[in-house]
């Protein structure tokens, strides 16, 4: 890198260094704005003693009865489902279970491996 080059970029680097932390400090106002922000001992009293105010309220507020809830609405009885037997629908119907052969892996099964001990 020629020594020209090099010159010139660390003059961008620090131009943009002190670009940001005068942004930064501009940004987070420091200096004369941070001192104007405390609140006064009148302004934290008040505020308190409303605070205080509030926390008392809350406190009655949690020792009150609640109001009594709404009545229930009526019931209504369910029909009884398991006295009425449902019929089976069609495609129930149409399977029956001796169709399928359960006994397929019961001893009559035979293996191929048991037929070829021809070696």
Known sequence: MNRIHA??????????AVA?????????SLGMAATE???????????????????RELRRAAKREPPPLPPLPERVPAPD??????????????IDDDD???DWDDDSYESDDSEDDDD
């Open 7 to 16: 010159l010139v970029l660390a003059l961008v680097l620090g131009v943009a």
């Open 20 to 28: 940001g932390t005068l942004a930064a400090t501009s940004t987070t």
């Open 37 to 55: 922000a405390s609140p006064s001992d009148a302004e934290l009293a008040s505020r308190a003693a409303q605070l205080d105010e509030a926390e």
């Open 81 to 94: 489902l398991a006295a009425a037997p449902v019929p089976p629908s069609p495609a129930q119907a149409a």
């Open 100 to 102: 399928f052969d359960d």
